[in-house]
């Protein structure tokens, strides 16, 4: 059985038990509070456990988790006040992602892994839209094209476009007007680097889930100040690796301790304006990945910010301070007063607008999965460096990792847009020499194969032996068993 982690204390040591870290976890507070040093503690803790870790630099400074740290004077007031003995300083094993490649390991994805309900949520489309989006996928699903790129989609697109009265009785109807619409979001996409997130070869989440040689687990980071200038791309890419983790991961159920722990920063940007269908799904995943030993931990400002049915599943609470200065601010104040535990010390409500940098009100499920009493206490200093390293250090990491090389260089294979293009031109040139050679010259009996018809034939005799018939997804749109 894993130790327990000692991560806050106060007029006691408080201790996240391993085998309750898996029911997840909420981190709030207004900015400056001490958010991300307290997502930073606990993801040593899990580290030096060997659980592995994900988590998004959303501000570029937790890349200091790799480093021991120095010491200061705040380190060493903080070490005295309260009177922790044994403190030794520290870095992680780390791994260095970025989806644009510049920061880490190119992490992507392909257009038929994301599937189309987070697509539809990245490119921002209405109901009418994401159902014809939907049509579209379901056409190369059915037919075994694989969507690896940008340009894959617009052909797809077009392809079902220029084909509408075709595939109306089959699919249903897809409005050339809203196939044009797509299209223009996919251009807004591409100028904000869309281009970069859909390639192969695509992201192995297996990758995720590795211990260095002292079995301590990997943290790994995803670099997100870049990414968080387009919030739109941030959100629907963290679902993603929700959904394929979901899918992929083999059944556990109670575990002695997490087989990955991810954190989700920013998360109020995963639930602004999100379709009620959308959201329904997320809580289904939060609710069900827990048995395949996955913990979620949500970071945001405010608890009123993550919906309700989800804020319930969040046994492991770590509240920094609020503001109370508006009418939301104040309800923020009296929603998270509310879902703690008693303690007839704490006057919650009051506690929360007086919290220090630091300092938190800390409930964690006991043995039972029950939620502690409520507790002010300190987060405990972390072992590792508070801040960003510089960029060569974070080269030298990326270089000597053992995962350099399997996704720098970028491979293009044949997908839908060659084998559709191909097609096409073939079409197209049977036509002009039909249109040269006499009526009474074409050969009787069978008639020539239609142009989807050539397009299913080559791609199922092509594609087959590597995703078979049809394409099968799962509850967040993703593909299911692909690997």
């Excluded at 790799?66 to 780390?94: D, F, H, M, W």
């Excluded at 954190?263 to 995943?285: S, Y």
């Excluded at 046994?315 to 879902?339: D, I, S, W, Y």
């Amino acid at each position: 059985m894993a130790e327990p982690l000692a991560i806050a204390k106060g007029d006691k040591t408080l201790f996240l038990l391993p085998q309750m870290a898996n029911r997840h976890g909420l981190i709030a507070g207004a900015t400056g509070t001490g958010k991300t040093v307290s997502m930073q503690v606990l993801a040593e803790r899990f580290s030096s456990i060997g659980v592995p870790v994900f988590l998004a630099d959303v501000k570029g400074d937790v890349s200091g988790i790799s480093q021991a740290n120095a010491g200061n004077a705040r380190i060493s007031q903080r070490l005295e006040q309260l009177r922790i003995g044994g403190y030794t300083p520290k870095g992680c094993p780390v791994a260095f992602w970025d989806i644009f490649g510049e920061q880490g390991h190119p992490a992507r994805t392909t257009i038929s892994e994301m599937g189309p309900l987070l697509l539809a949520r990245l490119l921002n489309l209405n109901d009418t839209q994401s159902g014809v989006l939907t049509l579209v996928f379901k056409v190369a699903d059915d037919n075994g094209l694989l969507l690896i790129d940008l340009k894959d989609l617009r052909s797809m697109l077009q392809y079902c476009g220029d084909n509408a009265a075709r595939f109306r009785t089959t699919y249903g109807n897809i409005s050339t007007m809203t196939i044009g619409t797509i299209q223009r979001s996919l251009l807004s996409l591409e100028e904000q680097g869309g281009e970069k997130i859909f390639a192969e070869p695509a992201l192995d989440l297996f990758d995720f889930l590795k211990t260095d040689s002292q079995g301590r687990g990997v943290v790994n980071i995803l670099a997100a100040n870049r990414l968080m200038q387009t919030p739109r791309i941030y959100a629907p890419f963290l679902l993603w690796l929700l959904s394929e983790l979901f899918e992929q991961l083999p059944e556990v159920g109670d575990v002695e301790k997490p087989k990955l722990v991810f954190f989700f920063d920013e998360a109020h940007l995963l639930f602004n304006d999100i379709p009620r269908a959308l959201e329904e799904k997320i809580e289904q995943v939060a609710r069900l990945i827990r048995s395949k030993g996955v913990g979620i931990y949500f970071v945001t400002q405010n608890p009123l910010d993550v919906p309700d049915v989800i804020l319930g599943q969040l046994g492991n609470r770590v509240q920094h301070a609020l503001r109370a200065f508006t009418p939301r601010e104040q309800k923020a104040v009296r929603a998270a007063a509310t879902t703690f535990r008693t303690n007839p010390k704490v006057d919650v409500e009051t506690a929360i607008t007086q919290l220090g940098v630091g300092e938190a009100l800390v409930s964690l499920l006991d043995e039972k999965g029950m939620p502690g009493i409520v507790e002010r206490a300190f987060i405990y200093p972390p072992w590792s460096q508070i801040g960003a390293i510089d960029d060569g250090q974070r080269g030298e990491i990326i270089r000597q990792s053992l995962l350099y090389g399997k996704y720098e260089k970028n491979v293009d294979r044949e997908s839908a847009y060659e084998l559709l293009q191909r097609r096409i031109e073939k079409k197209q040139e049977d036509e002009a020499k039909a249109a040269a050679a006499k009526e009474a010259a074409r050969p009787k009996g069978r008639q020539r194969d239609s142009l989807l018809e050539s397009v299913v034939k080559s791609t199922t005799r092509s594609m087959g032996s590597q995703i078979g018939r049809s394409i099968i997804r799962g509850i967040l749109g993703s593909i299911f068993g692909r690997r």
